[in-house]
Protein backbone atom coordinates (compact mmCIF):
# COMPACT_ATOMS: atom_id res chain seq x y z
CA UNK A 1 0.00 0.00 0.00
CA UNK A 2 1.61 3.40 -0.97
CA UNK A 3 -1.63 5.08 1.38
CA UNK A 4 -2.15 8.65 0.75
CA UNK A 5 0.03 9.64 -1.74
CA UNK A 6 0.32 13.80 -3.29
CA UNK A 7 2.22 15.42 -5.81
CA UNK A 8 4.05 17.75 -6.39
CA UNK A 9 5.80 18.07 -3.52
CA UNK A 10 6.85 21.52 -4.13
CA UNK A 11 5.09 24.15 -6.43
CA UNK A 12 5.95 27.93 -7.00
CA UNK A 13 3.28 30.24 -9.09
CA UNK A 14 2.79 33.50 -10.03
CA UNK A 15 -0.30 35.19 -8.99
CA UNK A 16 -2.96 34.80 -11.31
CA UNK A 17 -1.93 31.20 -12.45
CA UNK A 18 -3.82 27.94 -12.03
CA UNK A 19 -2.90 24.49 -11.01
CA UNK A 20 -4.06 21.61 -9.71
CA UNK A 21 -2.96 19.70 -6.32
CA UNK A 22 -3.45 16.19 -6.63
CA UNK A 23 -3.70 13.28 -3.82
CA UNK A 24 -4.48 10.37 -4.17
CA UNK A 25 -5.10 6.34 -2.15
CA UNK A 26 -5.14 2.84 -2.62
CA UNK A 27 -7.21 2.08 0.79
CA UNK A 28 -10.33 2.20 -0.26
CA UNK A 29 -11.15 5.13 1.95
CA UNK A 30 -14.59 6.99 1.54
CA UNK A 31 -13.82 9.93 3.47
CA UNK A 32 -11.08 12.24 2.29
CA UNK A 33 -10.20 15.96 2.81
CA UNK A 34 -7.60 18.87 2.24
CA UNK A 35 -6.61 21.00 4.78
CA UNK A 36 -3.87 23.76 4.68
CA UNK A 37 -0.77 24.12 7.20
CA UNK A 38 0.30 28.11 8.08
CA UNK A 39 2.83 29.31 10.92
CA UNK A 40 0.78 29.38 14.26
CA UNK A 41 -2.41 28.23 13.06
CA UNK A 42 -2.63 24.77 13.32
CA UNK A 43 -4.11 22.61 9.99
CA UNK A 44 -7.38 24.37 8.67
CA UNK A 45 -10.38 22.15 6.52
CA UNK A 46 -10.31 23.31 2.90
CA UNK A 47 -12.82 21.08 1.45
CA UNK A 48 -13.96 17.28 2.03
CA UNK A 49 -15.63 14.62 0.35
CA UNK A 50 -17.67 11.61 1.51
CA UNK A 51 -17.60 9.56 -1.41
CA UNK A 52 -17.34 9.94 -5.00
CA UNK A 53 -19.83 12.52 -6.67
CA UNK A 54 -20.26 13.97 -2.69
CA UNK A 55 -17.94 17.06 -1.70
CA UNK A 56 -18.58 20.21 1.02
CA UNK A 57 -16.71 22.81 1.82
CA UNK A 58 -14.60 23.02 5.31
CA UNK A 59 -13.40 26.30 7.15
CA UNK A 60 -11.63 27.78 4.16
CA UNK A 61 -12.78 26.94 1.07
CA UNK A 62 -12.28 30.34 -1.00
CA UNK A 63 -10.42 30.10 -3.55
CA UNK A 64 -10.04 26.08 -4.21
CA UNK A 65 -12.13 23.75 -6.09
CA UNK A 66 -12.55 20.69 -5.99
CA UNK A 67 -14.52 17.46 -7.49
CA UNK A 68 -14.35 13.65 -6.58
CA UNK A 69 -14.91 11.39 -10.02
CA UNK A 70 -13.65 8.26 -8.01
CA UNK A 71 -12.70 6.44 -4.62
CA UNK A 72 -8.97 7.01 -4.75
CA UNK A 73 -8.50 10.42 -6.35
CA UNK A 74 -9.57 13.69 -4.67
CA UNK A 75 -7.76 16.93 -6.79
CA UNK A 76 -7.47 20.46 -5.39
CA UNK A 77 -7.67 23.36 -7.71
CA UNK A 78 -6.50 27.00 -7.14
CA UNK A 79 -8.41 28.85 -10.22
CA UNK A 80 -6.15 32.05 -9.97
CA UNK A 81 -3.46 31.55 -7.35
CA UNK A 82 -3.07 34.34 -4.41
CA UNK A 83 -0.17 35.23 -2.17
CA UNK A 84 -2.30 33.97 0.54
CA UNK A 85 -2.34 30.75 -0.70
CA UNK A 86 1.25 30.24 -0.13
CA UNK A 87 0.98 27.08 2.06
CA UNK A 88 1.33 23.98 3.24
CA UNK A 89 -1.33 21.60 1.68
CA UNK A 90 -2.14 18.42 3.16
CA UNK A 91 -4.15 15.41 2.00
CA UNK A 92 -6.17 12.73 4.23
CA UNK A 93 -8.22 10.11 3.93
CA UNK A 94 -10.21 7.84 6.19
CA UNK A 95 -12.15 4.53 6.36
CA UNK A 96 -15.20 5.83 7.57
CA UNK A 97 -16.89 8.32 10.12
CA UNK A 98 -14.58 9.06 13.23
CA UNK A 99 -11.90 6.75 12.16
CA UNK A 100 -8.38 7.77 11.82
CA UNK A 101 -7.39 10.20 9.01
CA UNK A 102 -4.26 9.05 7.27
CA UNK A 103 -2.18 12.12 5.54
CA UNK A 104 -0.19 12.31 2.79
CA UNK A 105 3.61 13.77 2.81
CA UNK A 106 1.81 17.29 1.76
CA UNK A 107 2.78 19.83 -1.30
CA UNK A 108 4.57 22.88 -0.33
CA UNK A 109 3.05 25.68 -2.64
CA UNK A 110 4.67 29.77 -2.59
CA UNK A 111 2.53 31.97 -4.75
CA UNK A 112 4.48 35.21 -6.12
CA UNK B 1 -11.61 32.61 16.79
CA UNK B 2 -9.45 29.54 17.50
CA UNK B 3 -11.63 26.71 18.91
CA UNK B 4 -8.75 24.53 19.83
CA UNK B 5 -5.44 25.93 21.49
CA UNK B 6 -2.01 24.96 22.65
CA UNK B 7 -0.67 27.76 24.38
CA UNK B 8 2.96 26.30 24.66
CA UNK B 9 4.64 26.77 21.21
CA UNK B 10 7.56 24.39 22.38
CA UNK B 11 8.49 22.74 25.03
CA UNK B 12 11.71 21.07 25.90
CA UNK B 13 12.78 18.17 27.95
CA UNK B 14 15.26 15.15 28.84
CA UNK B 15 15.76 12.05 27.77
CA UNK B 16 14.05 9.90 30.33
CA UNK B 17 11.78 12.28 31.75
CA UNK B 18 7.94 13.15 31.31
CA UNK B 19 6.67 15.32 27.92
CA UNK B 20 3.62 16.95 29.40
CA UNK B 21 1.97 18.88 26.19
CA UNK B 22 -1.41 20.85 26.91
CA UNK B 23 -4.42 21.63 25.11
CA UNK B 24 -7.36 23.63 25.49
CA UNK B 25 -10.78 24.22 23.53
CA UNK B 26 -13.62 26.30 24.16
CA UNK B 27 -16.36 24.44 22.01
CA UNK B 28 -18.59 21.83 23.91
CA UNK B 29 -20.01 20.26 21.18
CA UNK B 30 -16.32 18.29 20.80
CA UNK B 31 -16.68 15.29 21.50
CA UNK B 32 -14.06 13.25 20.19
CA UNK B 33 -10.15 14.34 20.73
CA UNK B 34 -6.99 13.25 19.01
CA UNK B 35 -3.19 13.79 19.19
CA UNK B 36 -1.20 13.35 15.68
CA UNK B 37 2.66 13.88 15.67
CA UNK B 38 4.53 15.50 12.65
CA UNK B 39 7.60 15.21 11.35
CA UNK B 40 9.94 17.48 9.40
CA UNK B 41 8.50 17.04 5.48
CA UNK B 42 5.99 14.60 6.40
CA UNK B 43 2.46 14.65 7.28
CA UNK B 44 0.79 14.14 10.52
CA UNK B 45 0.29 10.68 11.94
CA UNK B 46 -2.50 9.75 14.30
CA UNK B 47 -0.89 8.97 18.08
CA UNK B 48 -3.81 8.55 20.04
CA UNK B 49 -7.20 9.46 20.66
CA UNK B 50 -10.14 9.77 24.01
CA UNK B 51 -13.91 10.05 23.30
CA UNK B 52 -15.75 12.57 25.44
CA UNK B 53 -16.94 9.31 27.49
CA UNK B 54 -13.70 8.13 28.76
CA UNK B 55 -11.20 10.69 31.23
CA UNK B 56 -8.06 8.60 29.86
CA UNK B 57 -6.56 6.53 27.14
CA UNK B 58 -3.35 4.73 27.39
CA UNK B 59 -0.95 3.35 24.54
CA UNK B 60 2.57 2.40 25.55
CA UNK B 61 4.06 5.13 26.35
CA UNK B 62 1.70 7.89 25.67
CA UNK B 63 -1.40 8.52 27.96
CA UNK B 64 -4.23 10.67 26.78
CA UNK B 65 -6.39 12.79 30.29
CA UNK B 66 -9.54 14.77 29.18
CA UNK B 67 -10.80 17.02 31.81
CA UNK B 68 -14.55 17.71 29.79
CA UNK B 69 -15.64 20.31 32.59
CA UNK B 70 -11.91 22.10 32.24
CA UNK B 71 -12.21 21.73 28.83
CA UNK B 72 -8.56 20.74 28.82
CA UNK B 73 -7.18 17.40 27.41
CA UNK B 74 -3.20 16.44 27.71
CA UNK B 75 -0.55 14.34 26.19
CA UNK B 76 2.22 12.56 28.84
CA UNK B 77 4.88 10.29 27.40
CA UNK B 78 6.75 8.40 29.65
CA UNK B 79 9.66 7.58 29.69
CA UNK B 80 10.45 10.70 26.86
CA UNK B 81 12.80 9.57 23.86
CA UNK B 82 15.01 11.77 21.62
CA UNK B 83 12.81 10.04 18.34
CA UNK B 84 9.40 11.93 20.41
CA UNK B 85 11.17 15.29 19.01
CA UNK B 86 8.44 16.20 16.99
CA UNK B 87 5.42 18.95 16.40
CA UNK B 88 2.41 17.58 18.10
CA UNK B 89 -0.89 18.70 17.24
CA UNK B 90 -4.23 17.92 19.60
CA UNK B 91 -7.80 17.84 17.63
CA UNK B 92 -11.20 17.73 18.36
CA UNK B 93 -13.91 17.05 16.13
CA UNK B 94 -18.24 16.35 16.72
CA UNK B 95 -20.43 14.06 16.35
CA UNK B 96 -22.95 16.78 14.95
CA UNK B 97 -25.20 14.38 14.88
CA UNK B 98 -23.59 11.88 12.34
CA UNK B 99 -23.25 14.61 10.07
CA UNK B 100 -19.87 16.17 10.59
CA UNK B 101 -17.90 13.53 9.19
CA UNK B 102 -16.01 13.36 12.33
CA UNK B 103 -14.10 17.14 10.31
CA UNK B 104 -11.11 18.10 12.44
CA UNK B 105 -10.41 21.36 14.27
CA UNK B 106 -6.64 20.99 14.68
CA UNK B 107 -4.32 23.15 17.54
CA UNK B 108 -1.50 25.32 16.55
CA UNK B 109 0.76 23.04 17.71
CA UNK B 110 3.46 22.27 20.13
CA UNK B 111 7.33 21.79 19.11
CA UNK B 112 8.65 19.00 21.50
CA UNK B 113 12.48 18.48 22.14
CA UNK B 114 13.84 16.08 23.96
CA UNK B 115 17.50 15.84 24.37
CA UNK B 116 19.68 12.62 24.97
Known amino acids: NAGVTQTPKFQVLKTGQSMTLQCAQDMNHEYMSWYRQDPGMGLRLIHY???????DQGEVPNGYNVSRSTTEDFPLRLLSAAPSQTSVYFCASSLGLFETQYFGPGTRLLVL | DQQVKQNSPSLSVQEGRISILNCDYTNSMFDYFLWYKKYPAEGPTFLIS?????DKNEDGRFTVFLNKSAKHLSLHIVPSQPGDSAVYFCAASEDAGGTSYGKLTFGQGTILTVHP
Open chain 2, 50 to 54: ISSIK
Open chain 1, 49 to 55: SVGAGIT
